[in-house]
């Protein structure tokens, strides 16, 4: 199903055994870190505070293209981990540490005043960079359980953290902690600690072992199923905010949505694509939670609870849990929609529902290739039908004209309600997938046997 790439593996020296038995906290905390800076860059909105004087329209168009730079990311992030598969491990560590560079010299780059022109490239440059080094990192740490779970909880913090950032206060307001989640760019220090563990983890790689006839194939599935549920998405999204929003246009917008989560499933192999639907359904859900305004001290619960949702997701390893949890998500975003700007305690329950369930859906559902998690992940990073519900007021793909979650706007029980129909779409779609993939179907794929993958079973 895919193009034959053949791969030589130079040899190389193995790090000493002084070094090496650093190898699994040294991997664990690069997993952390570097999935952390990509997801909060892929997600986070920029600082648009110093933006205020500029042309409307320059504005408009730096908003317009925040979520397109997001999609650009979370394609790239599907490809390169469907190019580092074929290229080994120690090649994923490479393309990890020399993404995070590029990352780190941009940020330095571009840490003056910043105009509209240097924060849209600024923010196309880093969707790339932190895309390929997502995709990267999840095929050099798959497989590895302390290390694939710190990737999981590094990436989809960020990613929670992003989708719930509030509108900024006025200049010397607020807590500083949450002033810096609003801004979409970490500091210098910690993206030159990412790149050094990096670095260190591509020393503590084994040399790959050389054959003459070596080759395996690209994973061609994984790229399209990539390129169906995002380009769906996008599309979908960005022509459901120009039009009136119809009971018709909605119904026809849900069942494009589902349709393209249940053909990227199917593209994928074996069951791997229940993990796909679960991410369609939880990441509708969760945009439709009101998440603002909530007291500074809530800022961690998001996070804590999405430990304990993959804690519980590893406990309870079945899709229809987190599919029932899914649904429960999305009839408390609809229920209390009317009520959640006046009640400071329904965001703080919403957000900690919102990780736990986010947790539940990706511990329940571990795929055994990085390929195929890597697109569940991209499925979160890109706005889905629900953003578009809720920006359609003002004619664009965001939460607010400025893309943050606005206190003040006006809600609506309709997302939630809209995700409650996703949801029980893309519960029809994984009892189909079943149906069609029979218990331990096994995975089709031409790969070397030291290609990164799960060590959880199928089924």
């Known amino acids: ?8 593996h130079p040899p190389g020296m193995a790090a000493p055994l002084s070094i090496r038995r650093y190898a699994v906290p040294i991997e664990t905390l690069a997993a952390l870190l570097g999935a952390a800076v990509a997801g909060l860059l892929l997600m986070a909105p920029l600082d648009l505070n110093g933006t205020s004087g500029s042309p409307v329209l320059q504005f408009d168009l730096l908003v317009i ?5 997001a999609a650009a990311g979370a394609a790239l992030a599907v490809v390169s981990a469907a190019l580092v598969v074929a290229l080994g491990r120690r090649s994923a560590w490479i393309a990890s540490c020399g993404s995070a560079l590029m990352l780190l010299v941009d940020q330095f780059w571009n840490r003056g005043a910043p105009t509209m022109d240097s924060l849209t490239t600024a923010n196309y440059v880093d969707s790339i960079f932190a895309g390929i080094l997502l995709g990267s990192l999840a095929v050099a740490v798959f497989g590895k359980p302390l290390a694939t779970g710190a ?32 801004v979409g760019t970490p500091p210098l220090w910690l993206l030159l600690l990412t790149a050094v563990l ?83 359904a939880v990441a509708n859900a969760g945009s439709a939670i009101i998440a603002v305004p909530r007291p500074d001290w809530s800022a961690p619960f998001p996070v804590i609870a999405l430990l304990a949702g993959l804690a519980a997701g590893r406990r309870w390893r079945s899709p229809w849990i987190a599919l029932a949890a899914t649904g429960a998500l999305a009839v408390f975003a609809a229920s209390t929609a009317g009520v959640a700007h006046q009640y400071s305690a329904i965001p703080v329950i919403g957000v900690a529902a919102t ?29 889905c039908l629900v953003v578009a519900l809720r920006g359609s007021d003002f004619g664009r793909v965001a939460y607010s004209p400025r893309w ?51 060590v959880v079973p199928q089924g």
């Open 198 to 280: 990096l670095a260190a983890g591509i020393v503590l790689q084994q040399p790959d072992p050389v054959a003459e006839d070596e080759s395996t194939d690209l994973a061609i599935g994984t790229i399209l199923s990539a390129l169906v549920v995002i380009t769906a998405t996008v599309l979908s999204t960005e022509w459901f905010v120009r039009h009136a929003g119809t009971p018709l246009q909605i119904g026809a917008a849900v069942a494009v949505t589902v349709g393209a989560g249940m053909t990227a499933a199917l593209l994928l192999p074996g069951r791997e694509g229940t993990l796909v639907l679960l991410a369609v």
């Open 65 to 69: 293209n925040m979520p397109r730079a």
């Open 1 to 8: 199903m895919g193009a034959r790439i053949a791969s030589a």
């Open 355 to 383: 990780g736990f369930v986010i947790g539940l859906c990706f511990g329940a559902v571990v795929p055994k290739t990085a390929g195929s998690a890597v697109v569940a992940i991209a499925v979160l990073i890109v706005p």
């Open 151 to 182: 990737f999981l909880a590094g990436a989809l913090g960020s990613i929670l953290i992003g989708d719930q950032t509030s509108l900024p206060p006025g200049e010397g307001h607020g807590n500083p902690l949450s002033q810096l989640a609003s």
């Open 404 to 454: 943050y979650r606005d206190p003040s706007g006006v809600v609506s029980a309709l997302p939630g309600w809209a995700a409650l129909i996703i949801t029980l779409g893309c519960a029809a779609g994984v009892y189909l997938l079943w149906r069609i993939r029979p218990t331990r179907t096994a995975a089709v794929l031409h790969v070397r046997p030291d290609e990164p993958r799960a």
